[in-house]
């Protein structure tokens, strides 16, 4: 064999090779591919399912329903109906001396924190 026919066939071979590794390295994209669709679908179709549960949950008769039973609600009577004049002023930022129930803390925000903890736990 001489030189030329031994050198086209490496050629050939290396050539051989690489395709092989291209056809390979695309089926195993291409399952991953298919793994990857399906999980798509499945995600779809659970999000189908989620949207269809959260139509009939926000009915308006259950919801009406619901807040009859739970909520007890009433109609606003006339006397709960105020004027913005009739409301208290709000106190000036760092003026806690005019809050009545605050805890007076002397600018120290731990013991004012220290005494809202307390007033919560009802200690």
Request: proline residues 7%; hydrophobic residues 45%.
């Amino acid at each position: 064999m001489t030189r030329f026919a031994v050198t086209w066939m490496f050629v050939v071979t290396c050539a051989a090779l690489a395709v092989f590794y291209v056809s390979q390295t695309v089926e195993r994209l291409e399952r991953e591919l298919a793994v990857e669709q399906r999980t798509i679908l499945q995600h779809q179709e659970a999000i189908h399912v989620l949207e269809a549960e959260w139509s009939y949950l926000n009915r308006p008769e259950r919801i009406s329903l619901l807040a009859e039973r739970f909520l007890a609600l009433a109609p606003l009577s006339a006397d709960h109906v105020v004027s913005l004049n009739d409301l208290p002023q709000r106190p000036e930022p760092g003026d806690t001396d005019q809050v009545p129930g605050l805890p007076q803390a002397n600018g120290d925000p731990l013991a004012v924190h220290a005494s809202l903890a307390s007033m919560r736990s009802g200690e």
